[in-house]
């Protein structure tokens, strides 16, 4: 279980060798190896259309309050000391957030806990653009974890996180070279992934103001133990 897939594209999956062969179309929501679709003042589908190529992607619209979300869900990891994923988003449809404007797009979960080792969410740059912003808890920290931002551009961006407890977590932002992240720190967290959840989830009052109602989409999920993803 080095290498696991989880492609929003139908059409991906074939080449992938994860089915006999490619699909054409899309399916009406997410299909395995995502085990659930979260909503609730919100919704999450699959659209025609999706991103380098692939036939379809994931649209995922917040349409209530600070409680809304509208994920898909990934339980196929298992208390992972190690976890590395990527996932393409494209925000453009999003209005102009504020400086804390902000929604959270991907999170881990550790089961035996509750906490979450890594949360990334997408944040107003207060001048029209956008940010992915990381949250990393760490007790080794006085101020209780990392956290940064790096600058979304128009169309797609590629996000890729590599977490390891008690050793290291990395990020890049459409960044392709495995041995120069984005970030890259030390970390004593001990915690595990047990559970990922992509899409939108958790706005704050500015982004439901702004951006209630705006899809942001989602697309070529992959998840890994050890290797570099990269695209």
């Known amino acids: 279980m080095n290498t696991k897939m989880k492609v929003l594209a139908l059409a991906l999956l074939g080449l992938a060798g994860y089915a006999g062969s490619a699909v054409a179309g899309c399916p009406g929501s997410p299909v395995p190896p995502w085990t659930a679709v979260n909503a609730l003042g919100g919704t999450a589908a699959i659209a025609a259309g999706g991103y380098a ?17 509208a994920t898909v869900e990934d339980d196929t990891p298992t208390a992972e000391t190690r976890y590395r994923a990527q996932f393409i988003i494209n925000a453009d449809n999003l209005t102009t957030l504020g ?14 806990t509750g906490s979450a080792p890594v949360s990334l969410s997408i944040v107003g740059d207060g001048s029209g ?9 760490d007790p080794g920290q006085a101020s209780g974890g990392f956290t940064g931002s790096f600058p979304l551009t128009a169309g ?14 990395s990020i890049w932002v459409n960044n392709n070279v495995e041995g120069s992240p984005n970030f890259n720190t030390s970390i004593t967290s001990t915690g595990v992934v047990d559970t990922a959840f992509l899409g939108m989830a958790g706005p704050t009052p500015g982004y439901v103001s702004s951006s209630d109602g705006n899809a942001v989409g989602f697309d070529q999920f992959d998840s890994r133990r050890q290797t570099f993803i990269g695209f």
Not at 53 to 69: E, I, P
């Open 53 to 69: 190529g692939t036939a379809c992607r994931l649209d995922s619209t917040l349409t209530g309050d600070a409680t809304g979300f």
């Open 99 to 112: 400086l804390v404007d902000s929604a959270y797009i991907f999170t881990t979960s550790d089961g035996s």
């Open 156 to 169: 797609e961006n590629h996000v890729e996180v590599d977490y390891q407890n008690t050793n290291h977590f």
């Open 129 to 137: 653009g956008h940010l992915v912003s990381y949250n990393v808890p």
